[in-house]
């Protein structure tokens, strides 16, 4: 027994863990970390119910995958607070620019995850093939670009090895490098890659949009993927997506402003739709998500994710008709992309 279960007055903490067709998840494992820090854990029941006994105060539920919540339990009260088991594209509004968009629906999580982003960086190096170089820089480019479709990422790395080598100042060569490690999983390379090739000309859009494609933490939450988006709005303050790309970096009341100004230098960004609408959820402002996520289907019709997020919006403000409608419309969604 803890400390915390010791103590009088305890609050109840309990819900129901959910994967992201709302079914509900046996022995999820939940963690509680109170405004201290201090952190316990429980795993959820063969119906995905969880429970807590802890003082009053306000904590952080989460799980190991995605799906967070900030609670204020009372004493001798009952707090529920459900959870899902987010995939990882639900932590992060997914979006391609038109250059080098990919529509596969990258659901799964972990290794899955990287995977399908991985192809979409294959996919979009392939649209590099058209640019001016020597005969030599673009036989070794195509070779790598070849090998990573028919994901043999560890070959792929020798040839785009031997590019950098011979072509140290190709940026596409540098970006061949930095997504053959990443398919490998090769996290912490991969990110020195992509900053190499970000630094090479840093007025340059495309490194900063290959990057911005990246899924694993290990990279996105770097200090060197934040000053890097950063370096990309300060160059480029009217470009929509550096707006959207920083503000994935910045606490919620910065993203927000972040976010803003990419949907009006946008309306149809609809990532950044979708990122305003999950910082209103997390304030439990659920009327305002239903607007954004609303906003973001105008944009676009058929993104799987915005229906989701849309339908959890509606069942947490209790509409449970117009939430099964759109959980529907997601998973139809969801098989086809």
């Not at 670009?145 to 940026?171: D, I, W, Y």
């Not at 999983?185 to 090739?197: G, L, T, V």
């Not at 300060?234 to 707006?243: I, R, T, V, W, Y």
């Not at 058929?302 to 209790?318: D, F, T, V």
Request: proline content about 4%; charged content about 25%; glycine content about 6%.
């Amino acid at each position: 027994m803890n400390s915390w279960q010791a103590a009088a007055a305890l609050c109840v903490v309990t819900g129901t863990v959910y994967d992201a067709q709302h079914h509900p998840v046996a022995a999820a494992k939940v963690y509680l970390q109170s405004a201290d820090k201090k952190e316990v854990s429980a795993q959820a029941d063969k119906a995905g119910v969880y429970r807590f006994s802890v003082p009053g105060g306000t904590y952080t539920l989460r799980l190991e995958e995605g799906g967070t919540a900030t609670v204020t339990p009372v004493p001798n009260k009952t707090t529920v607070a459900d959870l899902t088991l987010q995939t990882t594209f639900f932590d992060e509004p997914q979006y391609q620019p038109a250059r080098v968009t990919d529509y596969t629906y990258r659901g799964g999580h972990g290794s899955d995850t990287v995977f399908r982003s991985a192809e979409t960086m294959a996919k979009a190096l392939e649209n590099e093939r058209s640019v001016a170089g020597e005969p030599g820089e673009i036989n070794l480019y195509e070779q790598g670009t070849e090998l990573l479709n028919q994901h043999r990422a560890q070959a792929a790395a020798e040839v785009f090895q031997k590019g950098v080598r011979l072509f140290p100042q190709s940026a596409r060569m540098l970006l061949g490098m930095a997504s053959a490690c990443y398919a490998e999983e090769s996290f912490d390379e991969a990110a020195q890659w992509f900053f190499k090739a970000t630094d090479l000309a840093p007025g340059n859009p495309e490194p900063y949009l290959f990057l911005g494609k990246v899924q694993a933490r290990q990279i996105t939450q770097s200090s060197g993927y934040k000053e890097r988006m950063a370096r990309f709005v300060k160059l480029q303050p009217d470009n929509a997506l550096a707006n959207y790309y920083y503000g994935k970096t910045l606490p919620d009341d910065l993203a927000r402003e972040a976010f803003r100004k990419a949907v009006k230098l946008d309306p149809q960004l609809a990532a950044a739709q979708i990122s305003l609408g999950v910082i209103a959820a997390r304030e439990g402002k659920y009327g305002d998500a239903i607007r954004d996520y609303q906003n973001a289907i105008a944009a676009e019709p058929h993104l799987a994710e915005a229906h989701y997020r849309l339908s959890e919006a509606y069942r947490l403000s209790g509409d449970s008709a117009k939430a099964k409608e759109e959980l529907k419309i997601f998973q139809r969604l969801a098989k086809v992309q």
